[in-house]
Structures are given as C-alpha cells and as structure tokens.
C-alpha cells in the first residue's frame, strides 16, 4: 500500500531515473542549431577537439552534451537520420552501464551510435556486440558510416577471419562482433605462445545488443575449445543396437528437466544384453571398469529417448545438425559434447565424429564482467530484470516509445487438441490475407513451422516459411512480412534485428533490386519510384489493421512472447497480436492439461469452441514463471561453480601472460627449481626426524630422476652431524651449478627461448588436465549432498587442492625437462609448438548436452551450400541431387526440393 501512495507522490524509480536524464535532451536540442551550422569538416574536427578536451583533463560525462549532438547532426548528414529525444535518453542509459528496454522498432541500431562515439574518444576501443554475423556485417557498414564521417575507425569480426584480421578489427576505435567470437579470441589469445599473436587488447566498454538473448539465453552455456580425442565410433554403435530393445519399464523420462534414467529393470535388461555382448566386464553394470561403457548406454538413451528428429537436430547429407531451440535455426558445426552427438549420429546411421576434450573455457557471465563498463540494449529486458543486476549489476531503464503503441494485444485462445488450434489459425490467416492484412505467424520449431506450412498448402493459401536458414536470407524474408496480405511463418524469433516495416523495407529493397545499377539518375528515379509504391502497400496495410502477429504456441519464457508480440506496432503503428494455445502443446501438457481437459469436458465445451479468458492468460503466466526461475537457479548454480574455476583462470592466464611479456623468467624457473628441492627433502626428510628416520636411498633416487643430478645422498646423510638444512643447500647448490653450466653452453638468448617454451607447454598441457578433472569432480560432486554436505563448498575445497597440486606438477614438471634438455641442431622457435587442433563449444547446462561450434565446419558447411548451388542445372534433373533440401526446386514449380523433386521415397 505504503509502496503505491510513494510511486503516485514521486514516481516509479524509473520515472525518477527518465527525468534525470531530460534536462541533458533538453542542452543538446539547445546545441543543434550550432552544430548544424558546421560544415562537414568542421563538424569532423570535433572529434580531435574532443580527444585534446578528455586530455586536457575533462571527463566523458562532460562531454556528453556536445558530443551527443555531434552525432545527431553526422547522422543526419549520412544516413538522413534524425535521434529522437528519446533515443538520446537511451544513449544516455547505455553510456552509465545500463540496460536501456526499448521496443521494436524505436532504432536500437541508432542509439548506440551516441554512446559508441563518446566512449571511443577516449581510444581504449568500443565492442558493439551482435547476436549474429550477419547483423554484426550490416551494423558495422550501417552506422559505420556515420563513425567513419566523423574520423573514427571502425573494424568488424565475423567468422573464419584470420589473426591479422581479428587483431586489426581490434584495434579499431569501434568494432562490431558476435559474443561468441569475442569469447573464443579472449580464451584462444590465452593459449598463444607470442604476445604479439595475440588479438585483443583490453576489456574498456561493451555495448551488447539484444542483451537478454545474449546475458540470459545464450549464457546458459559455456564457451569451450576442445581438441579431438582418440576414435570410439564402434562403441557407439554397439551400445546403440541395445536401446531399441528396451521396453517402457525399462526408463523413465522427466520432461520438465530433460532427463532419462534407467529403471532397476533396466539396467538388469541392459546389463544382459551387455554380457552376451561380451562388453561387460564384472558382475555389475556399475563396477568402476564399466563407468565408460555406463556414460555410453546413458548418452544413446538420451539421443532416442529426449532428442526428436526435424525437432532438436535434423540430419542432412551424413550428418546430424543441431536446431537451435530459441530461433529454429539450422547450426551447422556446432555439436553436442559428452558424447550425445556421437550417440545421435549412431542413431541416425551418420558418420560418427571423434569425441573432444577441453582446452580453455569460460562462460558469458565472467567474460562479459571483464568489462570496464558495459552496457546493453534490448525490446524484452523487465522480465529479467532482476537476474541482470543480480549477476552483471545492470540496472534495467524502460525508455518510452516515441509515439504511444497502439498495438491491440487479445487474450489468448485455448483449444482441447491441436488440430481445433490450427483450423482457428489457418481461418484467421485467410482473413487477413483476404483484407489485405500482412500477418507474421510464430511457431516454437521447424517441424511445427512445416507441419503449419503444409496446412497452409493444403488450403492453398501463399506464405513464406523462415527457418533454418542463414540470417542475411531471414533478415530479406522478414524484411517482406509487412507487405499488404504477406504471410509469413517464423520460429521463434528467426530475423530478429530486421524491422518489419508496413509496406515493406526501403533499405531492403534498394539493396536487392538496385544491385549492380551504378548511373545515378536511374538510381534516384527507381528509388522514387520504390517510396511510392512502399507508400501505397503501407497505406492499405494501415487501413487492414497494420501487422498480425500470431503465436502458435506459449514459449516457456515470456520474454520470447513478448518479443513475437514486439515485432507488431512499431513507430506508433496499428497493431495486433493473438496467440494460440491447445491442450496438446508442450508447455500445457508439462504443467498439469489433463486437470484442465478434464474439466473442459464436464463443462461440455464443443469440438472447434475455445476458452478466452484473462485467467488463463495468468495462469500461464505463472508457469512460465515458474519455468524461467528454475533456467535462472539453473545459470546462478552454473555461475557459482564457474566461479571458482573463474578465480583459478584468471590467476593461470594473467601469470602466463606474464611470462609471455618478461624479456627472461630465468628467476621465475629459479625458484620453481628451488621450490622443488624444497619439497622432495621434505618427502625424504621428515621434519625434526632423526638421521636414521631419513629416507636417503629414496631421496637420492628422487634427485635422479628429477633433476638429473647422480649425488652420493646416502653418503651426505652418513656424515656426522649432517642436519637436513645442510642437504638441501648441497642440492641446490649442485642443481643451480648444473643450470648455470647449460645456459652456459647454449646462450642467454637459446636458453631464455627454451625456458619460455617449455614453461608454456607444459603449463598448457596441466591446465587441459585440471579442467578435466574439475568437469569430472563437478558431475559427481552433488552425491556429497547425501552426505549432509554442501557440494558447492565441497567443490570448492577439492578445486584449490587439485590447483595447488596442478602447481606443485608445474614446477616439477618444467624443472624436470629443462635440467635434461639438449639442443639438437637448432633452437626450437618462441612458439613451441602449434597451437592444437581446435572446435568452439557452447555447452547447454540446462539439458546436459554441449553445442559444439566447430569453426572449420561451419564454413566448410557454408563453402558446401554455395558450391552446391553454383553447380545445380535447372536444364539438367542429374545435377539437382546438391540441391539444399530446404531450397526452392530447380524445377521451378515453387516448392522446396525436398517436397518436390527431392521427395525421399
């Protein structure tokens, strides 16, 4: 009560926070007829002007009124593009480190110019960070230009660009990429054997685009590089003859946590199969000789049991690719870890690939927290809101919408089955398309998005499908969906970043049909002729209703309806938006239909009749709640653990880069050296223990092996009167001498090489090594619960000895090598040896499973696509077999391949 009476007298705190923020609009409006008045090289010069003001001493928050208003005018100038206020506001929010929501449309892309531009003043270099390479490509050339107008420089990193490329994209004032290869340059800088093959050159500012897919979704899954391991593809397929022989007695799924597990009967079933199979050795199935063969039964369980063909992965050619589940989209090179790709390519009889283990990793939430200051901008932020300053302490700030939204958003339908739903979508959609108003339907998969297209056929109704397809195709089709009676079918959220603006996209347009139409009085006069005829589509899409937006289903988080919903509305335009639910549909049949079908029935509802009520609208709503607090517990207990390996990384990768930047770490070997000395006396000689209680044939051995020294120990220890102290400075005397008389021999060049080298391997080739054990130790920790133990702590404990032992291996290890090392003909080169066979892994902790982003894959995949396509005849059937499936038939009948001449019999 006490909380409303406070938010009528003095506002919501985010009323307080836009009031702040309006006095500074109010100064840069003041400027914008100084500014005008400059011309272009005036208005350039600014930015040196600015450079000498913040080295003069000035601050950025000082500079924000002028410089704010400099931009306004350059985008004016380049792109004819004017900030409202209210972009200014969410300039304003991004640059002290918030979250600025603002809808679809409101021109996200613009904002961050404002802020992009003052930061990058300061040189220390700004990441504007996309969800994909396609938006990062089109930003970067998109606003770009209006940095470039104004002097600064502006780099973009996509994928299957080179090191020299990356580094010089980084060193731009301003550079545009994807979090993942932001992530994947910062852990492969840290396996670089040279300072100067690394990429990146600091953490100073990010402004994060769509920032809760990428800080929320995406970050539910760690970044991985992985090297292959040794080849098991006869297993898998083994293991997987038996899982079709089980019976439903045999397990038991868990469709909220997505996961299998064998019942008692099962594993007496399996265990026999195993035995005639002369593969179990033992009794037991669960004897520690049977673990691999246990993690092999559970991953092909997995892959038959939870994973669903054209749902989670489709397979196309020999192999298995995954459906991304937030945007439908094909990823090809990205693969599931612990073996469950393997046990789905054995599955679906594709060419199993070797199994990888991991060399670096980190997840968003610590990579994106190296930031000096971040910021991000999104349509759908408030649902998370506590999340986002829970974990990153980004405060969320709604900026309102320049013109109000004028958007009608119906109370949802609900039908008892799915085929009542989708009679109800395909009438509304035949409504629409016959008023001529454009509609954008959203399904939460591809096969559910082909299941609708084919309905769609069926009823000879036109649309377009957008899914599984590369972005810069999605952003085209997307760019249609305004067009007067477009239908068009969407997952989820397929062509997010493009607009969809009624009558179509201008942009779009004059960059698809005004490719390679170089006279300039053509180009204008096609250009005019395009505004008019976009004009008239918009206009009787305004008088239709403006854009439908449809949802076939409730996704299991609000934020992805709400942005299905945002897509509609833009700029002040009508709108609609209606979703679609059946009792059928994964969401209702997880959290508790059958209650309400059963009451539906004794209510009597009829066949095609459907329940509209705001109490169902709630009720869902508080199971999407539900759902979207255990994904946050799920991420805060990811983050938790990863926090402790985070401190231990951090502490491995700044040492290394330590010793990478030292001009020699002969100190650094010089104590390890000592250090193990240190510890091998005190293995062999207890302390305060008497000289017949040493172990000197045992430390003699000791010194052998490690240091390579052959010393009478046994007759030190003899001697009379001889203390402990005494051996250990004879050892190390002996051992430095024997260094002293190598680097002697070799140089202090040859000698500083080799010490740097053989530090940096075998710290590489341990860290490997500790973060496997640390990926083991996590899967088996939580059984310490049972034991009335924390596991987190327990985890904990066990992580900083296994570090501390690591350490104790490093310095033995390294003063091993270098007191045997030999040269042979010629000194080994600063680098070592090459960097390992690499693959980019996103590991999704909610399922278990890991998405492997394989980089060479990918663009072996893409490199694929294009020759497939270069080599298709549309006179010529024989060569239409490289056809995509999902590509339209050569035929020109208008249908996909695979429904038409690609049909699989």
């Not at 770009?144 to 731009?172: K, N, P, Q, T, W």
């Not at 898998?236 to 079709?244: E, L, N, R």
């Not at 050795?281 to 559970?298: I, Q």
Request: net charge negative.
């Amino acid at each position: 009560m006490f909380g409303g009476l406070a938010r009528r007298l003095f506002g919501s705190s985010n009323e307080r926070r836009l009031k702040a923020l309006r006095p500074r609009v109010a100064e840069i409006n003041a400027l914008e007829p100084e500014i005008a008045a400059l011309s272009d090289e005036q208005l350039r010069a600014k930015t040196s002007e600015f450079r000498e003001q913040l080295a003069a001493g000035k601050t950025l928050d000082e500079l924000l009124v002028p410089a704010f208003a400099v931009v306004r005018e350059a985008a004016k100038r380049v792109l004819g593009q004017r900030h409202f206020d209210v972009q200014l506001m969410g300039g304003m929010t991004l640059h002290e480190g918030r979250i600025a929501e603002m809808k679809t449309g409101e021109g996200k892309t613009l904002v961050a110019t404002l802020p992009t531009y003052l930061n990058a003043l300061a040189g220390q270099g700004v990441h504007v960070v996309t969800v994909n390479d396609y938006l990062a490509q089109r930003d970067s050339g998109w606003m770009g230009r209006v940095h470039g107008f104004l002097g600064l420089s502006v780099g973009v990193i996509v994928h299957g660009m080179d090191d020299d490329e990356r580094r010089e994209a980084y060193a731009c004032d301003v550079t545009y990429a994807t979090n993942n290869e932001l992530g994947f340059d910062y852990l492969r800088d840290n396996m670089k054997y040279d300072v100067r093959a690394m990429v990146q050159r600091g953490h100073s500012f990010a402004i994060v685009d769509e920032v809760d897919s990428i800080l929320v979704d995406e970050a539910r899954t760690p970044l991985i590089i992985s090297g292959p391991m040794e080849d098991r593809s006869e297993l898998y397929v083994a293991v997987d003859a038996f899982i079709p022989r089980l019976v439903d007695g045999d397990y038991e799924i868990d469709e909220k946590q997505r996961t299998t597990t064998l019942t008692e009967q099962g594993n007496e079933h399996i265990e026999r199969m195993l035995e005639e199979a002369g593969m179990l050795k033992g009794d037991n199935l669960y004897d520690v000789e049977n673990v691999t063969v246990v993690h092999h039964v559970t991953q092909a369980l997995r892959a038959h049991k939870l994973f669903a063909k054209d749902k989670d992965y489709i397979v196309r050619g020999d192999e298995v690719v995954i459906i991304d589940e937030f945007t439908g989209r094909m990823m090809p090179g990205r693969r599931y870890s612990e073996g469950l790709h393997q046990a789905l390519e054995a599955k679906e009889r594709a060419k199993i690939q070797p199994e990888n283990q991991t060399l670096a990793s980190i997840t968003f939430q610590n990579y994106f927290r190296m930031y000096y200051k971040l910021a991000g901008m999104t349509g759908t932020a408030l649902t998370e809101a506590d999340e986002l300053l829970d974990i990153y302490g980004l405060e969320v700030v709604e900026i309102p919408t320049n013109q109000p939204v004028a958007r009608v958003d119906d109370d949802d339908e609900v039908y008892r089955t799915a085929g009542e739903k989708e009679k109800a979508i395909i009438e509304l959609i035949r409504d629409c398309q016959t008023r001529g108003q454009p509609i954008l339907v959203g399904t939460t998969s591809i096969e559910k998005s082909e299941q609708l297209s084919e309905a769609l056929q069926r009823a000879k109704l036109p649309h377009q499908v957008l899914n599984a397809r590369y972005h810069e195709q999605e952003a085209h089709i997307v760019a249609d969906a305004g067009v007067p009676g477009a239908v068009t079918i969407a997952t989820n959220m397929a062509g997010r970043g493009t607009d969809i603006q009624l009558g179509g996209n201008l942009e779009m347009r004059i960059e698809r049909e005004l490719d390679g139409v170089d006279d300039p009085a053509e180009r204008e006069a096609r250009i005019a002729e395009i505004k008019t005829e976009i004009a008239a589509k918009k206009e009787i899409a305004l008088q239709a209703g403006g854009l439908f937006v449809v949802g076939t289903e409730r996704h299991e988080s609000r934020r992805i309806d709400n942005q299905l919903r945002g897509r509609s509305g833009r700029q002040g335009d009508p709108g609609r938006s209606h979703f679609f639910l059946s009792l059928q549909d994964d969401l209702m049949r997880i959290f508790g239909s059958e209650r309400i079908d059963g009451m539906l029935q004794k209510l009597g509802i009829q066949e095609g009749e459907a329940i509209v009520h705001p109490w169902v609208n709630k009720a869902l709503e508080k199971a999407q709640k539900k759902v979207e607090a255990r994904n946050f517990d799920i991420r805060k207990n990811l983050l938790k653990y990863d926090n402790v390996m985070n401190d231990q990384r951090k502490a491995v990768f700044e040492q290394r880069l330590e010793f990478l930047q030292a001009s020699s770490i002969t100190a650094s070997i010089t104590e390890m050296r000592h250090d193990v000395i240190d510890d091998i006396v005190t293995r062999h000689i207890p302390e305060n223990a008497y000289p017949e209680q040493w172990d000197a044939a045992g430390l003699e051995e000791e010194v052998r092996e490690i240091l390579n020294l052959d010393l009478p120990v046994v007759a030190w220890a003899a001697e009379e009167g001889i203390a402990d102290e005494e051996i250990r400075e004879r050892l190390t005397k002996a051992a430095d001498a024997a260094s002293a008389e190598r680097a002697e021999r070799f140089g202090p060049d040859i000698t500083g090489q080799i010490e740097k080298a053989v530090l940096l391997q075998t710290l590489d080739h341990l860290w490997r090594e500790h973060l496997a054990t640390l990926d083991h130790l996590r899967q088996v920790i939580g059984l310490r619960g049972y034991g009335q133990r924390d596991p987190l702590n327990e985890y904990k404990s066990e992580a900083f000895e296994l570090f501390q032992a690591m350490l104790a291996k490093l310095r033995e290890a390294v003063t091993g090598q270098l007191m045997r090392v030999e040269l042979v003909q010629e000194p080994p080169p600063l680098a070592g040896e090459p960097l390992p066979e690499m693959h980019e892994i996103h590991a999704d902790p909610t399922t278990g499973e890991n998405e492997m982003a394989l980089a060479e894959a990918v663009a072996a995949f893409e490199a694929g696509s294009m020759r497939s396509a270069a080599n298709v005849d549309p006179q010529d059937p024989s060569t239409w077999a490289a056809t995509p499936r999902n590509a339209l038939c050569p035929c020109g009948s208008g249908k996909k391949y695979k429904h038409c001449h690609g049909r699989l019999a």
